[in-house]
């Protein structure tokens, strides 16, 4: 599934947008449609946006992202805590954002295999300068754009809460993974993603 989409560096221009996401997924649950919510953001700016094309870009990240979900997370999100609605809120950026995913697998994982307390957003500057050497689309981002993502990557991970600040520092925090969520994570072949939050083998 991950295969197809080819490495982008767009989230710089997208946010973690959780609160947005929230309220997407509760009009689906009342039985709105893409369209309708598409027409009440235009006409009412349901996402507080700043200006229109603003929350147009809302709209279209959040419904892709909201697509990739399987059904029973989407239901299963309504009955957990904030904290693993942050977490499905970044399952689905991880679907959604392939270059993205890869650095949690391969970075963040890894970083929690080995132990390691302190974040730092080289973590990101060297899984983009070693993505360069293997891979075209990454080689062509330029220096500021690679800088940008820093910022977003490490945005994501804090808001999403696999990064917590103690003292000035920003620290690996080992998140609590939902029994629920997991299984469901399992019977959609997506063992990756629990392996990636878990920082597990």
């Known amino acids: 599934k991950m295969g197809k989409r080819e490495y982008s560096a767009g989230i710089v221009s997208k946010g973690f947008w959780f609160l947005e996401f929230k309220k997407f997924l509760e009009f689906l649950k009342d039985g709105k449609n893409e ?11 349901i996402f507080s946006a700043p200006s229109k094309d603003y929350g147009k870009r809302i ?26 609605m942050k977490i499905i809120n970044l399952l689905s950026v991880m679907q959604t954002d392939k ?12 970083e929690m295999l080995l132990g390691t307390k302190e974040y730092s957003p080289n973590s990101v500057k060297k ?33 999403a809460g696999l990064l917590e600040e103690n003292n000035g520092k920003i620290l690996y925090r080992k998140i609590y993974l939902d029994y629920e969520l997991e299984n469901l994570l399992r019977e959609n072949k997506m063992e990756m993603y629990i392996k990636a939050l878990k920082g597990e083998v």
């Open 35 to 45: 369209n309708e919510i598409r027409k009440m953001q235009e006409e009412e700016n």
């Open 59 to 84: 709209f279209s990240e959040i419904n892709k992202r909201t697509k990739e979900l399987s059904e029973d997370i989407k239901t299963l999100f309504f009955k957990v805590d904030v904290g693993t």
């Open 99 to 110: 270059l993205f995913f890869e650095y949690v697998y391969n970075s963040y994982r890894n």
């Open 127 to 159: 899984f983009l300068d070693e993505k360069s050497l293997q891979n075209e689309e990454v080689a062509k981002f330029t220096e500021n754009t690679k800088k940008r993502m820093r910022g977003s990557y490490g945005n994501y991970l804090k808001e």
